[in-house]
């Protein structure tokens, strides 16, 4: 939901549909919602246009937001809300989150499945590109996420030291920080 290119993103929806069967909630800060036609019978489009409004996010611009751009991570405020809106309305078990930079190659779903059968007391499984062992980082391009209280808990306070954060340290502080930081 950061206007990736238009081609990017339908690649990665592609690239979902061709190897899950999976529903995908699409968030979006443009009131139009015909992006991916050929997709909606298995999208859900979540409108954050009010909240980027209340964050004051430019929405003049539908440019694609880059990692060099301090709007980037004001934006990514958005997934926090995102991930909030979807577990807290839907019955599903565990969600996956994926930005749309990302192309699945095989389906995640039936080894995140196991992961989660087997290990009750994992509630969120986040990518990595730690490159030191004495700091470690986290992405939040592909995570997975339990539908409990736990999950929404940690999903809340992530939020709150993202905006925090960009209120009080930083303009370049962004989602991968703050789910590094908790």
């Known amino acids: 939901f950061v206007n990736p290119p238009r081609k990017l993103a339908k690649l990665a929806l592609k690239s979902i549909m061709a190897n899950s069967n999976c529903h995908i909630y699409l968030g979006t800060i443009s ?4 992006y991916f036609p050929e ?3 298995r999208i859900t489009f979540l409108d954050l246009h009010d909240e980027a409004v209340d964050m004051g996010i430019d929405l003049v611009s539908s440019d694609y937001k880059t990692f060099d751009q301090d709007i980037f991570f004001k934006v990514v405020q958005l997934k926090w809300i995102l991930l909030k809106r979807v ?4 019955s599903i078990d565990f969600l996956v989150f994926t930005d749309l930079d990302v192309v699945w190659l095989r389906n995640p779903l039936p080894d995140l499945n196991i992961l989660f059968e087997r290990n009750h007391q994992i509630n969120i499984a986040i990518q990595t590109y730690t490159n ?5 980082s986290l992405c939040m391009g592909f995570v997975a996420i339990r539908n409990n209280e736990e999950s929404l808990r940690i999903i809340n306070e992530c939020s ?3 905006s925090d954060s960009l209120k009080n340290l930083t303009s370049r502080f962004g989602d991968d920080d703050a789910i590094s930081e908790y």
Do not use: G
Not at 132 to 136: C, F, N, Q, T
């Open 39 to 41: 997709f909606e019978s």
């Open 87 to 90: 577990l807290s309305t839907s």
């Open 160 to 162: 709150n030291i993202h």
């Open 31 to 34: 009131p139009k919602h015909d």
């Open 132 to 136: 030191s062992p004495a700091k470690e």
